[in-house]
């Protein structure tokens, strides 16, 4: 669950974890904050987001569903061409419906140093050290099929899912605040009170190492306006600068036979997802050149799907 261009890593990976990163040479003046008063909410960081099953962390954007992509069926295969990779990550049949999920954060490392985390997420990878490590967080889910009948992710509705569970209590539609398009999928935006979020993947790819695993890589650039990624309202207010964040999301699936799963009780799908959030030119040329190819905070997640009992 919830993810490639020139300021993060230039190359594809194919293994392990949930998602990140890429590249924008421009700030964002997009996402304009929603007006009158909202409920104050601690928000969650993007790695979380992107544990939905989206390397397209949350998003963005006024309520209400995406207008039909303008993309036809053969633009799958230029993006493709122009070494994108697969126009999104296809999933096995078995995939399909809805699944509720336990993930535990079982390791952060700053591969940079202390010192090598940007000041706008010291915050973020503080309290993850802090408070998530070796927590159980419960979600659900989705994989629909897409206009051409593969399965794929349900990016809207796992970005809400994650949502309901970081914003307990809140008396809101969060699927309404999304706008993503399934047959358009690299971009999801996403607008809350204080905060709008707008995603692209960049590149990506997928592998079947054997006929029971998949392994796939996400990068993924985010643009948040209206505050800090990773940060609260609370600590942080309404109207930051636009900042621009880089990751990629490696997962390792492996599954089993639905039937044996039920009768020992245990869960039908499990990955291993590592998220790894990259500097850019943002975070100060200088900083941005030494530090390569590497991240400067790498999230590991183990994650177990049950089908949903109703799915």
């Not at 992509?69 to 096995?92: H, T, Y």
């Amino acid at each position: 669950m919830a993810t490639l261009t020139s300021t993060s890593p230039s190359t594809v990976s194919v293994r392990s974890h949930q998602q990140r990163p890429c590249s924008f040479r421009q700030r964002s003046t997009a996402g304009a904050h929603e007006s009158g008063p909202g409920p104050s909410l601690p928000r969650p960081g993007r790695r979380e987001l992107l544990l939905g099953g989206s390397a397209l962390l949350a998003a963005v954007a006024a309520g209400g569903p995406a207008d039909a992509s303008k993309l036809p069926p053969w633009a799958d295969g230029a993006w493709e061409a122009i070494g994108g990779g697969p126009s999104d990550l296809v999933f096995p049949d078995e995939f399909l419906g809805v699944w509720d999920v336990v993930s535990v954060l079982v390791r952060l490392d700053t591969p940079l140093g202390a010192e090598g985390v940007p000041p706008a997420a010291q915050a973020s990878v503080r309290r993850a050290q802090a408070q998530d490590l070796d927590k159980k967080t419960a979600y659900q889910v989705s994989f629909v099929r897409n206009r051409t009948g593969k399965v794929v992710y349900d990016r809207r509705f796992n970005t809400a899912s994650m949502l309901s569970m970081y914003y307990t209590g809140a008396d809101m539609s969060f699927q309404e605040r999304i706008v993503w398009d399934i047959n358009d999928p690299n971009i999801l935006s996403l607008r809350m009170p204080g905060m709008s979020v707008r995603t692209r993947v960049t590149r990506r790819s997928e592998e079947f190492p054997a006929d029971d695993r998949i392994e796939t890589s996400e990068f993924v650039e985010s643009i948040y306006d209206g505050g800090q990624p990773g940060g609260s309202l609370e600590d942080e207010g309404e109207g930051g600068p636009s900042r621009l964040k880089a990751s990629q999301c490696y997962t390792k699936y492996k599954w089993r036979d639905p039937k044996v799963a039920a009768a020992d009780g245990g869960p039908t799908i499990i990955a291993t997802q590592v998220v790894s959030d990259f500097l850019t030119p943002y975070d100060g040329e200088k900083a941005y050149i030494m530090a390569g190819n590497k991240p400067y905070a790498q999230y590991t997640y183990r994650i177990a799907f049950k089908r949903h009992e109703s799915a």
